[in-house]
C-alpha cells in the first residue's frame, strides 16, 4: 500500500488530540476545561480506518480469512499488552477480562459507559466490528463493497434509532459507525478539494462543539472534509519524519496514553509541578512511550507474526 503523508499526519495528530483531552478530562493536570471537541481525534481515526482498508485491498484477491489473520496481528497483541499493563490500575473481573480480550463490549461500572478495561479500547471494539464486515465484504466484487458496507451499516443505525435499541445492541448502531463508509468513499473516488479546507475543517470541529447538534454532525462531518481534504493536498504535503514517526507509533499512543497520564500525573503532583509544566509532561511522556513501544515491541512483533503466520507470500509493511 502507498504510503500517504497525509493519512500519518493526521493519525499523529488525532492521537494527540485525544491525549491533550484526557490530560484536562481525568484531572491529571489539576483542572479540566470544555474542550470535548479534541474527542474528534476518534472520529480522525474511524474515517482513517475506512480509507486504509479500501487502499490496503486494492489489488489483492485476499480471503477474508486471510484478511482477518492480518488484522488480529495488527492489532491484537499489543492491545492486549495494554490489556494486561491496565489491569494494574483499573478494578476488573474475569468476564470483564474476557470480553475485553476478545473484543465483546460490555457496561463498565467503573467507567460508566460501554468500555473495556482498557477504556480507550472502547474504539477498538468498533474497529473489529468494522473489519469483520469488511472481510466479509471481500466475497463480494471491488465495485459493490463500498455500496454492501454502506448499505449493512445504514441499516444497523436505522435498526438502532427506530427501536431506540440500548445497552451492547445501541452500540453497535451508533451512527458514528457511518464514518467508516465516509472513509472507504474518499479512498474510492479520492475527490479533489481545495486546500483551505483543511483549517476550515479543523476551525469547524471546533466551533461546531459549542453547538447543540448529534456527534456525527459536530465531529464527524468535520473530520470527514479534514480527511478528504488532507487527501486532496498530498502532493504538497513536505516530508516530516518525527510526525511519520508519530503516526506509525499512534495506535500505541493511543493504547496507552491513560496509563502513562496515570503514572506522570502522579509524579508531576509529586513534584509539585505547575498547570504548564505537568501538561506539557504528559504529552512528551506520551509520545515517547508510545514511541518505544511501537519500535521496541509492536513493530518488531507485528512482522515477525506476519512473516509466520504468510511464509509463501510477501506481506505487506505494517499499516
Known sequence: MQTYLSIQYLRAIAAMMVVMLHSFSTG????SADIGWLRGGVDIFFVISGFIMVKSAQGRD??????WLRRIIRIVPIYWLATYVAMLFFDWNMEQLLKSFFFISYYNPEAQGYMPILQPGWTVNYEMFFYLLFGFSLLVPDRYRL?????????LVILGAVFELQGVAGFYTRPMMLEFCAG??????????PLWLIPAAAIAMVMFWYLELPREIRLGIPAVLLVAAAVSAEAYMPKIRSLMLLGDASYAVYLFHLITLSVVGKMC????FGYAQTFFACIVASCITGIAIHLGIEKPVTIWLQR????RSPQPAVT
Open 28 to 31: 491529571t493536570i489539576g483542572f
Open 62 to 67: 485476499d480471503r477474508p480469512v486471510d484478511f
Open 147 to 155: 455500496f454492501l458496507l454502506t448499505f449493512i451499516l445504514t441499516a
Open 184 to 193: 472507504m468513499a474518499i479512498a474510492k473516488w479520492q475527490p479533489k478539494l
Open 269 to 272: 503532583a509529586v513534584l509539585e
Open 308 to 311: 509466520m503466520a504468510f511464509r
